[in-house]
């Protein structure tokens, strides 16, 4: 099962990563580092899997 989770979290920073850069551009008219996308899609995930671990949003058979 906990192959699973790793690629919910994966597809979770796959997604936020681009979505942080476009979000961006179009809202600020600004390039952002990569750099600094790629830390917010980091700390995001983390913060998503820490959440989710305290209040599960689906059951996993067990």
């Keep these: 099962m906990?192959?699973?989770?790793?690629r919910?979290?994966?597809?979770l920073?796959?997604?936020t990563f681009p979505l942080y850069l476009t979000v961006n551009f179009v809202l600020f008219r600004e390039e952002t580092e990569v750099v600094?996308?790629?830390?917010f899609a980091t700390v995001?995930?983390?913060i998503w899997a820490v959440m989710e671990r305290k209040m599960p949003i689906r059951k996993e058979n067990r």
């Design 44 to 46: 995001f995930t983390i």
């Design 13 to 15: 920073f796959v997604l």
């Design 8 to 11: 919910r979290y994966l597809f």
């Design 2 to 6: 906990l192959q699973k989770a790793w």
């Design 36 to 39: 600094e996308a790629l830390i």
